[in-house]
């Protein structure tokens, strides 16, 4: 366990899935939680839960994809705590059936890449302006982007992700604010589960499944908070710019 006592989190994707764990654990660790959805309603729900624990937590309707409600996240949370030591970069979109490069709708791709790539950059930026010595940015990437397997769109922003971790952690160094990305593999969340087999292209399900061992077990969305909680809390404070995979050895 992570003590996270007094620290302040924001948590984009907040209200589901991978971000609803992530939130539940940082509260039960005693942080202060911001979290933040498109959805108002599932936000509320994370955050019920959050309290009838004991854990404190405020919600922000925000699209990251709009550069003026990230600032509006980082804000709030300011006047709400009065410091951010955490941000998680968790809100994310699939594109539709794992188009890959040669079949890739551009309205649909410009979409996936405003949300997962520029609205990661926006809040990284936006938090920032507040962000002091100690700080610490979790993104929250996909194997995808290491290894190629998922539709073009996906897999081109979470290996936007990936160079822009390196990025910060680079220009922030010696600022002793890290940047470190997480990638899992396969995740059972309401986002990944509600894929409609007969959208998929069989083209790439076959690619990817050459290079991922698909009888190996799937992650939760606790496993991935495990790992997030680590490089959020000061156990990890040496590290800054690791990639680490998460998919229980699939794509070894």
Known sequence: MCNLKGKTAIITGGNSGVGGATAMLFAREGANVVISARRQPALDEVAAKIREEGGSVVTVSADISKDEDCKNLMKTAMDEFGKIDILVNNAGVLDTGLAPVDKFDDVETQKVISINQVGTMQCIRAALEY?????SIVNVASVAGVNGGGGAAYVSTKAAIIGITKHTA???ADKYIRCNAICPGTIVTPMTMNMKPEQLDMRMMGAMSKHGDLKLKPCMAEDVANIIEFF???NSKALTGQ?????FGASL
């Open 131 to 135: 962000m002091t010595e100690g700080g």
């Open 243 to 247: 990639i680490v995979v998460s998919d």
């Open 232 to 234: 959020a809390s000061d």
């Open 170 to 172: 680079l220009l922030l």
